[in-house]
């Protein structure tokens, strides 16, 4: 392991000038009886489009009227996932429904739903589309709960019912200034609830929030001969992940990061706040649950060792500690600073080789009618 002088992180990130912003809005709900009868007080056999429908009309003319361009409702009980693409669609697993289009350009209004089958819950999406998503991220949230009250109202179900989950990620390149991106933009990383603070929006005190950074390495051949692989052996992969924990583990360590993961099963990672700490398996999904508010659990790895996965997912999971009363410019410096002595440890090519960071802000909450 080499051997680097720690330095004293900054309490500013200076992100290449190529990063991408997302903001998407998630409120849930259970579809009860009592909203069914309401929806639909003759409905027969078990078809369930009249009542999906009408929640779609009522989601898509309030979008229209807050002046809100993409909104969606799933109601196929799947985990809703956003991500940036330069072209728009959508992609379905048996777990999962996965929303791809761009903010400077897409306009969506869509439903997602099987009427011969009652949902659980019913999900309404709302993604952020413009320029300045970050700095615009408070009049959004804002808009969206004014959209949800009138929402509630209209069809006669308590706020308190609705479950508001603000997710907000920036990705970028840790080495885009290795392939000639040489502006940068200063983030301090303030806590949403500070940001919306600064910006007269309020947030609940009774909310959950979650901070943390996903780094995808692609396993790519050169990487795979680091190590000696007998393609003969039952677990033929597992110097190879091992080498790889290992070399995660410790450059985390030198640079005080002692909240992670490295998913290499194959696995969707899904980190979720939660009171006690959760590493499970569930179909498709690695769940990982994480408490800000505890101390740091260490790293945590899987990996199937009879299989070679095409992504390694590298996560580093913010604590109390790591900015809640401030900012994570610190966390995020820190984290650059780690993975820049990994990808040497990997001899990887930064000037060709991309490294992508997306650093995820999370709160979710229940609305709350005095809010």
Known sequence: MSIVRKRNAGQKAYIPGNARDNQYILAEFTLSDQLLSQL?????????????????????????????????????????????????????????????YDPLQH?????????????????????ASGTDIRSGAANFHQRVRNLLENFAQ?????????????????????????????????????????????QDVALTANLSSITYAVINLTLNHRISQ????????????????????????????????????????GLVPIIRHSLHEIVSKVGELQMLGYNPKQSPCGIVSKWK???????????????????????????????????????????????????TLRFHQHVAYNLLKDE
Not at 178 to 196: D, E, M, T, V, W
Request: aromatic share 12%; charged share 20%; glycine share 2%.
């Open 305 to 355: 060792a009879d299989e070679l996965v095409n992504n390694v997912q590298l996560i580093f999971v913010a604590n109390f500690s790591n900015g809640e009363e401030q900012n994570y410019a610190k966390f995020v410096n820190q984290i650059e600073q780690a993975m820049r002595l990994f990808a040497t440890e990997l001899e990887i090519p930064t000037d060709k080789d991309e490294l």
């Open 107 to 127: 306009v969506l209004q869509n439903s997602f739903f099987d009427a011969n089958v009652r949902a659980k819950k019913i999900t309404l999406v709302f993604l």
């Open 226 to 265: 680091l190590v000696d692989i007998d393609a003969n052996s039952a677990d033929p992969y597992n110097p190879l992940y091992t080498y790889l924990t290992d070399t995660f583990s410790l450059v985390a360590k030198q640079f005080n990061l002692n909240n992670g993961a490295l998913i290499a099963n």
């Open 40 to 100: 639909s007080p003759q409905l027969s056999n078990d078809n369930y489009y009249d009542v999906y429908q009408s929640l779609a009309d009522l989601l898509f003319t309030l979008s229209n009227d807050f002046a809100i361009s993409n909104s969606l409702l799933v109601a196929n009980d799947k985990l809703v996932r956003v991500r940036y693409s330069q072209e728009m669609h959508q992609w379905q697993t048996n777990q999962q429904i996965i929303f791809y």
């Open 154 to 198: 209209q069809v006669q179900i308590p706020l308190a019912a609705i479950r508001m989950r603000d997710h907000q990620h920036l990705t970028y390149d840790i080495f885009a200034k290795n392939k000639g991106c040489n502006n940068s933009q200063a983030h301090k990383f303030r806590p949403i609830k500070q940001r919306y603070a600064s």
